[in-house]
Nanobody, 124 residues
């Protein structure tokens, strides 16, 4: 499975960005995907995840502001980020959970496939 993330950039606080993650390869084996982020000096954390059945999970810090969605035709997962805050500044990574995982927890250990990061910078 190969993942290609895109859509990061520089935005002012209160603005919006949409990240995309295009998947290719043996994607039929994947049951869940997620977006993680890592800010300087901090551990990587789960931002949002989505299962093949459409069940979603969000970090408390982004609930009501971020939305994860998928386009099964395009094999792409999106992260719509609204009302961005400076504390959302981080490198964002998309990831695909290993095939045995159907309802992923927040643990990045459950994710076997990772895209390259895309930088999101929110200015105050």
């Amino acid at each position: 499975v190969q993942l290609q993330a895109s859509g990061g950039g520089l935005v002012q606080a209160g603005g919006s960005l949409r990240l995309s993650c295009a998947a290719s390869g043996s994607i039929s084996s994947i049951n869940a995907m997620g977006w993680f982020r890592q800010a300087p000096g901090k551990q990587r954390e789960l931002v949002a995840s989505i299962t093949r059945g459409g069940s979603t999970n969000y970090a408390n810090s982004v609930k009501g502001r971020f939305t994860i969605s998928e386009d099964n035709v395009k094999n792409t997962v999106y992260l719509q980020m609204n009302s961005l805050k400076p504390e959302d500044t981080a490198v964002y990574y998309c990831a695909a959970a290993r095939p045995s995982v159907y309802q992923p927890t927040r643990s990045e250990d459950e994710y076997d496939y990772w895209g390259q990061g895309t930088q999101v910078t929110v200015s105050s």
